[in-house]
């Protein structure tokens, strides 16, 4: 049988954490490129430098959709909060009880 997940509002399912993990790890690429192709301290082939490169590029862009999906989670967050609080939105009269 299969479990039935549901998830919050307000989780943002670790795209902040992904966000900045892909971020990172993409600038430390680029700059391990630029350094390559300036001073070629590691002796790379063409190939290599290349494949550095696009791996660069491809956490950049991972680490951006990320980014944008945590901010929607955020916007999501909010606009729930909001509901939450509305007091238009709530009952104004007490259900009756029966004794």
């Given at each position: 049988?299969?479990?039935k997940h549901i998830f919050?509002?307000?989780n943002d399912l670790?795209?902040?954490f992904f966000c900045k993990f892909f971020l990172i790890l993409g600038c430390i690429l680029i700059i391990l490129y630029v350094v390559e192709i300036a001073a070629h301290p590691l002796n790379l082939s063409n190939d290599t430098t290349g494949t550095?490169?696009?791996f660069?590029?491809?956490f950049v862009g991972l680490g951006l959709i990320s980014y944008f999906f945590s901010c929607q989670f955020a916007k999501l967050s909010k606009i729930a909060e909001e509901v939450e609080?509305?007091?238009s939105l709530m009952d104004l009269e007490e259900p009756?009880?029966?004794p």
């Open positions: 049988m299969v479990k919050s509002a307000h670790k795209t902040g550095i490169l696009a660069s590029i491809l609080n509305d007091e009756d009880e029966e």
